[in-house]
């Protein structure tokens, strides 16, 4: 008899699996409880991380989930000296309420000399622009919204 309990206690310690229907339902509903509207789809994502790959260096990036309260990273007022990850760390898509992207970062030089400023801001207005993609910019940033 202890097997069954023994088996019971391991599944309950299992991650669950990521249902995406629940996910999307779960968006769908801020959204409409928050007045939101879509702006963005899967093909204009795909246009826009297309762009991106193009640049000269992927641009750090905030991204403001729909169904958090807090952006990640929460601190993004200033240059940062990473780049941002536009392969898995802008997923899923279908829940980015907006993204704040900083087109430039610190580059190191040597321990005793500043981190150079590479900066990238008028590729991406460009690439933004053949795009047609709606943006705004204020605050040294780039401001692409998923819902609004």
């Known amino acids: 008899m202890g097997l ?21 339902r ?13 702006c963005m789809n899967d093909t204009k994502w795909r246009e826009l991380l297309a762009e991106i790959a193009k640049l000269p260096f992927p641009p750090p990036y ?21 780049h941002g990850d536009w ?9 980015v309420e907006w993204i704040r992207i900083r087109p430039r970062y610190l580059r190191h030089v040597a321990r005793r000399l500043p981190e150079t400023p590479v900066d990238c801001e008028a590729e991406l207005v460009r690439a933004l622009q ?11 940033a780039i401001w692409i919204y998923g819902y609004r």
């Open 4 to 24: 069954p309990a023994a088996a019971a206690a391991q599944a309950n310690a299992l991650p669950t699996m990521y249902d995406e229907d629940k996910h999307k």
């Open 26 to 38: 779960a968006v769908r509903a801020e959204a409409a409880k928050r007045g939101l509207a879509a």
């Open 62 to 82: 905030q991204r403001k989930d729909l169904l958090q309260a807090e952006p990640e990273p929460a601190a993004f007022e200033a240059d940062v000296a990473y």
């Open 87 to 95: 392969d898995e760390g802008l997923l899923p898509l279908f829940s």
């Open 130 to 140: 053949a795009l047609g993609q709606a943006y705004e910019q204020a605050d040294d």
